[in-house]
């Protein structure tokens, strides 16, 4: 498997049932895309969650009650971009993947798709994905648990620092082996961390100097 990260705004989102296992990928979605960025997300089943309600009432997704085995499938996966399978009918499940087969979209469903939606922390700046590959759904929701604490104020401020600081690099150093040596120091120096007790823009200061003292 290749870990990717996905720009999904602007592409059809098909999503095949509307209860909970539905609901949990539809946040995913729209919690490291941004309600704004999540795609254009339809949703059809005979029965959605509260929250899939609230969300369409919003009009932050878009959903469709249907009678899955009244619809012409083919005609309603052409130009999707990713279809999510979740419903409770293997069946219907097993016609889905059959007609998606068929299409150019990508396909969520257990070990029987080619997508695997990642447990993700999405915090600081940070966006990280943890899979196990279908393996162990459970076991990457509980890894997340243990990760997401991990990053911290610090983080957050480094993080920032760091952009500036590597376009300011850019504009000074040609040499890409030296700007990557000097951020890779800057992460590894115990008084940079230690700068970042103050606020960030001291903070940032403090570390501009502490490059041009010791690593110009």
């Known amino acids: 498997m290749l870990p990717l990260h996905v720009d999904v705004s602007g592409k059809r989102i098909l999503v095949f049932g509307g209860g909970e296992v539905a609901e949990r990928k539809i946040r995913q979605i729209l919690e490291t895309s941004g309600e704004g960025r999540g795609g254009d997300v339809e949703v059809y089943s005979l029965d959605f969650t ?5 969300k369409c009432k919003k009009k932050v997704i878009q959903c469709f009650r249907h009678d899955l085995w009244d619809q012409n499938l083919g005609e309603l996966i052409k130009g999707a971009f990713l279809i999510l399978v979740c419903t409770g009918d293997e069946n219907l499940n097993g016609r889905i993947i059959k007609e998606a087969a068929n299409s150019d979209a990508l396909i ?6 080619d997508v695997f939606i990642s447990s993700v922390v999405n915090k600081g ?3 990280i994905s943890i899979s196990t590959g279908g393996k162990g759904p459970a076991m990457a929701r509980y890894m997340k ?3 997401s604490p991990l990053i911290g104020n610090k983080e957050e401020k480094m993080l920032l620092i760091q952009s500036n600081l590597r376009r300011y690099l850019k504009e000074e150093i040609k040499e890409e082996p030296r700007r990557r040596e000097i951020l890779n120091r800057v992460l590894n120096d115990p008084e940079c961390w230690a700068a970042l007790d103050a606020p960030v823009e ?6 501009f100097k502490l490059v041009g003292d010791k690593y110009a």
Do not use: H, Q, R, S
């Open 145 to 147: 648990g243990k990760i």
């Open 202 to 207: 001291v903070a940032e200061k403090i570390i």
């Open 125 to 127: 700046g940070f966006l």
């Open 108 to 113: 969520n469903y257990g070990d029987k798709g």
């Open 50 to 54: 509260p929250w899939i309600k609230e």
